[in-house]
């Protein structure tokens, strides 16, 4: 026993001088700059470490122990940097920050039954200083707003087409509903007045008529405006800001929500905060259970915390990050407000990746975030996002590609992207139109086994083009995705896997979507939108959304086949532009519902090849909006070779969607594909990690069930 003692004693020995020889390069914040860099001897900074890897022919891997690293600027990589490899002991034991702590609460009035804490932050921010996220105790808490995030406002507007409920026009969610809004322009600004329904103006009593900081947020569609407000009627009837004129395809109309933030005033829930700029001083109500003496507050001082950047002629190559948290970045809101952009497209992201070759990033998380996750840009190849956790987020996960077209796209075009196997997770915290994926101009990409949820707007988007014209988004395979709790009713027109413009050899399948629920008009599970042309759609599964479970708006020679579409709520399919051409090939699919319509918008008529699928009822009779399908077959010429029959699932309650009729299967040629493979794999710890928060859930579904009017 002793010589085995001693025997491993000497390899241990021989283990660290081994390390403290090793051609890595070792980093800690307990190190020393001055230091050799080696196990035994890290250097203390990041820089340090990689200005030696920069004139290192062999020492290209830093090593980063554990703790956390916090940044006042993005760590930058170049061309002189390709090779380097920056290792970390994984997420949660090794962090990358742009954060800072903040001093201690103190527990300073009570008010309407809340505490609310400050402090005080002259002497940390004696000069003026911006921000406008906060992180408290390991997530996002939300700047002071009304009406709360669980509030649940209520309104009825009589005969408004547009609201969430077109039966009776009520309207619950976690915004107000906007009256008619006025816009003059003068000089290139517009000028807006929101006439206020009067449960705004009560909220608004006592409140300066020149507020100083209170922003409103304009839900519109599938976009957000945010503007600083200038002025309040003296009645409080009426709002006032300026900026940039409306995008006349999509105003601020009767259709739209909105939300007040950024007063005082509105700080009355658990988990809401306010800064007084002109006072120095914070302010915060905590949620149930958290202790003033254990609360730990991050403010983030830096909006990128990684930039990869080489150029057109000279890209990064083979960059790789393991094993590293990325924490804490910022979206600033400046005076003039935010303009809307689809997506938030123009916003930036934490990790931003331009022109380089070969970056890999896996086993990292990116989290609480004002913007985005991660960006990789134009002229990115054969770059990959593996097994990463991407989650709290203020506006999307993952953007691939730039938004506009590279004029050579030999040279600039993004391709060969991979996302595989990560969890993107809980966005638009604070920009509502965050995608889980947002692909603009890249083809050859492969976003596939991803878990995609929590997000107000949709999954995965795809291209980047408005109509026919050239698209390079080519040959792109959108596969094994789960994506589910979208929407959240604040924005319309999304779906759970969204594209545009023509993307020939682009393929969807075996993905699960569901549980998408909109505010007005929307809310598809497989919605290709403008120009969709040449993409396949098979082997899907679309279930309790709240419109079609496949909608095209227009395009071209589709492919939509061997999906399975249960239980959407409005209509099952949907189909809107009439033209010459082909639009799609609907062949093999079937349909099960027990509410709703059948079909919506110009599904009857629109030129398309719809042939051998299935249809059923729970409960009820098969019917084509009035039509039986014999009669439905003479009036449209579609549908031979459908029928009606029930598939037999064999528990939908337990979300068991196999089915045993395989007559009827087999007679449609459907062939069954097993949905339990969506979603990422590995470990079950992995696994258990990617499932939605119950709290996240039961909230969805109550906001559906009052949107429904249930």
């Not at 809401?272 to 730990?296: C, M, N, Q």
């Not at 809980?426 to 878990?451: I, K, M, Q, W, Y």
């Not at 682009?506 to 497989?526: A, C, D, K, P, R």
């Not at 719809?610 to 014999?630: A, C, H, K, P, T």
Request: proline residues 3%; aromatic residues 8%; hydrophobic residues 35%.
């Amino acid at each position: 026993m002793k010589t085995i003692t001693s025997l491993s004693g000497l390899a241990i020995l021989l283990s660290a001088l081994v390390s403290c020889s090793s051609d890595k390069i070792h980093v800690s914040p307990d190190g020393n700059d001055m230091a050799s860099g080696s196990w035994c001897r890290p250097v203390k900074t990041l820089d340090e470490a990689i200005m030696r890897a920069r004139s290192s022919e062999t020492g290209k891997t830093i090593m980063l122990g554990r703790g956390t690293w916090n940044l006042t600027n993005a760590i930058a990589l170049g061309t002189k940097d390709s090779g380097i490899k920056i290792i970390g002991r994984g997420t949660g034991r090794t962090i990358i920050s742009g954060g800072i702590e903040l001093p201690a609460f103190s527990v300073a009035e009570s008010r309407d039954g809340h505490e609310i804490w400050t402090a005080d932050l002259s002497e940390l921010f004696p000069e003026c200083f911006e921000f406008q996220q906060l992180y408290v105790n390991g997530k996002s808490a939300v700047l002071a707003r009304t009406p709360n995030e669980d509030g649940n406002q209520v309104m009825r507007k009589e005969g408004d087409k547009d609201r969430p409920n077109e039966k009776d026009g009520l309207a619950t969610s976690n915004c107000y509903l906007t009256l008619p809004t006025t816009e003059r322009i003068e000089d290139g600004i517009g000028y807006g007045e929101m006439q206020l329904d009067p449960v705004v103006s009560t909220v608004l009593e006592g409140i300066s008529r020149t507020p100083a900081q209170m922003r409103v947020c304009l839900l519109h569609k599938w976009d957000e405006t945010i503007r600083t407000v200038d002025s309040i009627s003296v009645d409080g009837s009426r709002l006032f800001f300026k900026g940039k004129p409306q995008k006349p395809w999509n105003h601020v109309d009767e259709s739209s929500q909105f939300i007040l933030e950024n007063d005082i005033a509105f700080l009355d829930h658990g988990g809401e905060w306010f800064y007084d700029r002109a006072t120095h001083i914070l302010y915060y109500i905590p949620e149930k259970g958290e202790k003033v003496e254990s609360t730990k507050a991050i403010i983030p001082v830096v909006e990128k915390l990684l930039s990869v950047k080489g150029s057109s002629d000279r890209h990064v190559k083979d960059v790789s990050i393991e094993g590293i948290s990325f924490q804490h970045t910022s979206l600033l809101v400046g005076p003039e407000g935010r303009d809307p952009q689809q997506s938030g497209g123009d916003s930036n992201a934490a990790v931003e990746v331009r022109f380089a070759d070969g970056f890999t990033m896996e086993d990292c998380e990116i989290v609480h975030t004002g913007n985005n996750g991660i960006w990789l840009e134009e002229g990115c190849r054969d770059c990959s996002v593996t097994h990463c956790r991407i989650h709290d987020l203020g506006i999307g996960g993952v953007k691939i590609g730039s938004m506009k077209k590279p004029e050579d796209e030999e040279l600039m075009l993004t391709r060969n992207i991979t996302v595989d196997n990560c969890i993107i997770q809980g966005g638009s915290r604070v920009l509502a139109p965050g995608a889980g994926v947002l692909l603009f101009n890249a083809s050859d990409c492969a976003v596939t086994h991803n878990e995609i949820s929590d997000f107000c707007y949709t999954g995965i988007s795809v291209g980047w083009n408005w109509g026919y014209a050239h698209s390079p988004s080519k040959r792109n395979d959108i596969s094994y995705n789960h994506i589910h709790h979208l929407g959240w009713g604040l924005l319309s027109d999304m779906g759970g896997i969204y594209t545009l413009g023509p993307s020939e050899g682009t393929t969807v399948t075996h993905n699960v979507i569901h549980h998408i629920y909109s505010l007005g008009y929307g809310g598809w599970g497989l919605y290709p939108d403008e120009g969709s042309t040449g993409i396949v759609w098979e082997c899907n599964l679309v279930h309790d959304c709240k419109s079609a479970g496949f909608h095209l708006h227009y395009g071209k020679e589709n492919i939509v086949r061997n999906n399975l579409f249960v239980n959407q709520f409005n209509e099952q399919l949907a189909a809107t532009r009439i033209e010459e051409h082909t639009s799609f090939r609907f062949v093999g699919n079937i349909i099960a519902y027990s509410e709703g319509e059948m079909y919506s918008h110009s599904w009857p008529v629109v030129n398309s090849e719809v042939r051998d699928n299935l249809y059923w009822r729970f409960g009820g009779e098969v019917d084509f909006n009035g039509f039986g399908i014999e009669e439905w077959k003479k009036i449209t010429g579609k549908d031979e070779g459908s029928f009606i029959a029930d598939p037999g699932f064999m528990n939908l309650a337990e979300g068991d969607y196999r089915m045993t009729n395989s007559d009827a299967l087999e007679k449609i040629g459907f062939k069954q594909f097993d949905w339990t493979e969506a979603g990422v794999y590995g470990s079950e710890e992995w696994k258990r990690l990617a499932e939605l928060d119950k709290a996240r859930t039961d909230a969805y579904s109550e906001t559906v069930r009052q949107l429904r009017g249930l």
